[in-house]
């Protein structure tokens, strides 16, 4: 699949999103009011702020969009394109969609599909592109299972967790901005942090306290829901009575027994329901061609 074909998949998949201000907007601002301030010294600080690693600005929602995009690109060219069942990719939308209007993030647009891949796995890239892949989607028997999977990429979204990781790469030493603005003026550099940030969520994983972090709290996503909370934790244990508890099954996870011992946790310490529901029937229905 070649860049301009990916490039049809991906405006297939969503819609643009709506441009909010990004950092360079935010730096300006500060630079005004210190202006204003009469503190030379201030506005000197403010200014010099973003050239140091340990002191970078927030990633605004446009950079975080252009990222996201771009990972995007990657994730769905890596995996073999998206799987084109437009009623099932509307079903497992409107789950993602119920589950991301819980989460801390519920004000941007959030977009998943489903990668035509064999393996078990799930992906999210910044600005709210989750992929499931039709391997992992097969292991999964009911609607609150998959809101808990949702949930935990959804959970990286709204945790920033690429974007942290991205934020303290020594690519980006020097710099105030990952987005737009970056890829306008030195696109080599851009595709560089681009493929620095795709080979850490493909290939090498997350810090495994990102990754029990986005399972507790997407756990705790998709309980507002209403959604049975020890469903995550059933899908959890049949994966790794299905292939072990080993990392490389999951090689962009924890072992499975840390996760399941992470969830129950959160489902004790939160108190979430274990009653809720799980809309079995309706999930065999919507996935039975999958």
Do not use: W
């Amino acid at each position: 699949m070649n860049m301009q074909s990916n490039r049809r998949v991906l405006a297939s998949l969503i819609a643009l999103s709506m441009v909010v201000g990004g950092c360079a907007e935010v730096q300006r601002a500060a630079e005004d009011v210190a202006r204003q301030s009469g503190n030379p010294r201030l506005a000197g600080a403010i200014h010099g702020a973003g050239n140091v690693v340990g002191s970078l600005l927030p990633i605004g929602y446009e950079e975080e969009s252009s990222i996201g995009q771009a990972m995007a690109l990657q994730v769905v060219a890596r995996y073999g394109g998206v799987v084109d069942q437009p009623e099932l990719v509307r079903y497992v939308n409107l789950v993602g969609r119920a589950v991301a209007n819980t989460s801390d993030r519920p004000d941007i647009p959030y977009h998943v599909a489903i990668l035509e891949h064999e393996s078990i796995n799930a992906f999210a890239a910044p600005a709210g592109y989750i992929f499931v892949t039709r391997g992992l989607l097969k292991q999964i028997r009911n609607e609150a299972e998959l809101a808990a999977v949702l949930g935990h990429e959804i959970a990286h979204v709204s945790e920033k967790h690429i974007l942290d990781v991205i934020q303290r790469s020594k690519r980006l030493a020097g710099i105030t901005e990952a987005g737009l603005s970056y890829a306008t003026s030195n696109p080599a550099a851009f595709k560089n942090v681009i493929d620095g940030a795709v080979k850490k969520l493909l290939d090498e994983g997350l810090d495994q306290e990102k990754e029990t972090d986005a399972d507790t709290v997407g756990e705790v996503f998709a309980a507002r829901v209403g959604y049975d909370s020890e469903a995550y934790v059933g899908l959890l244990t049949r994966l790794r009575d299905l292939k072990g508890d080993d990392r490389a099954f999951f090689k962009t996870h924890p072992n499975f027994s840390a996760r399941i011992d992470a969830v129950q946790q959160t489902i004790r310490a939160k108190h979430l329901v274990a009653t809720g529901l799980l809309l079995q029937e309706r999930f065999t229905r919507m996935t039975k061609r999958i």
